[in-house]
Structure formats: C-alpha cells, structure tokens
C-alpha cells in the first residue's frame, strides 16, 4: 500500500486541477424563442395572403335583364375575403336592391348573406319581391362578372342578376 501513495499523490494532483473554462458564448434561450416565433408569423403571414382570393373592394357594376341600364354596388372589405355589399339598379317603377354581406369561398364562388329586393313590373304586376338569406353568386370567366345562380323569384321566373367587376 505504501508503494501506491507515491504514485497516487501526483495523480490526485492532476485530477483535481481545475478544467479551462468554455470559451463558447451561452445564448438567451428567450432570444432563440422569440427568433423562431418571428419566423413563424412570418411563414404564416406569406400562407394567409397566398390564400386571399381576388380583392372586389370597390363600386361595381350591377344589372339585371328586365331592369334598363346599369347600376352600381359597393364592395367594402370588412375581412379577409369577407366584404359588406350594397347597390341598387332603377329604370322606372323597376328595380332590383342588394344588401348584405358576401364572402370569396373559392376563385368561382362568391356567398351572399342578405337581401335581394327587387321590382319588375313584368312580374307580378310589380309586386315587391323580397329574397332574404344566402345565396350564391358563381363566375364561369374568372371572376369578372358573378351572377346569382339561385336565379327563380318568388313570382317564378327566372332573374338574370349580374356583377360586373
């Protein structure tokens, strides 16, 4: 036993000496977080904007095939493919109105939620015609004119109701 101290002291020696420190920097895990969450808003801010259909916001062109002339409706964007509609066309006694709000659900569709009013002497002796709920407006020209495909009145004729963008 008396032979292995000697050989044991210079090695406790070297073992308990003290290591060099890293000279590696320690990083923030808070800054690597919030490095990564910018870069996700990013990446998915660059998805909603690539899903966003066509923006109809503006004042548009509004017919329909008894009423004479052209109208105008207003698109005003209130979400993200979500727009508050408004327009009327008036010749005479005949006219047809839109209110409510719509939505882009794909490059061909566009949902109405309101009001179509509308009256044409033809119909009914002018009986106002009054459509309420959703309807849907479908574009077969990539999406410059939509018009309402649920196109049957209350009088039971068929109304060709038409956007022009």
Known sequence: MRKLIPVLIPFLIVSCKKSEETTASKVDSVKII??????????????????????LSGIHSLTHDQVNG???????KIGQ???QVSGENKSGS?????????????PKNLKFDGT?????????NGKLDVRKGK????TKDGGKTFKLYESVNNAGFGDKIIIKL
Do not use: C, P
Request: charged residues 30%; proline residues 0%.
């Open 34 to 55: 919030d490095s990564i969450n910018a870069a996700r808003t990013k990446i998915n801010d660059s998805i909603l904007s690539s899903r966003a259909y066509k923006d």
């Open 70 to 76: 052209t109208g105008k409706i207003t698109f005003t």
């Open 81 to 83: 493919d979500e727009y």
């Open 94 to 106: 005949n006219f047809v109105k839109i209110e409510g709000n719509a939505r882009m659900t794909s």
């Open 116 to 124: 179509i009013t509308q009256s044409i002497l033809d119909y009914d």
């Open 135 to 138: 309807k849907n407006f479908s």
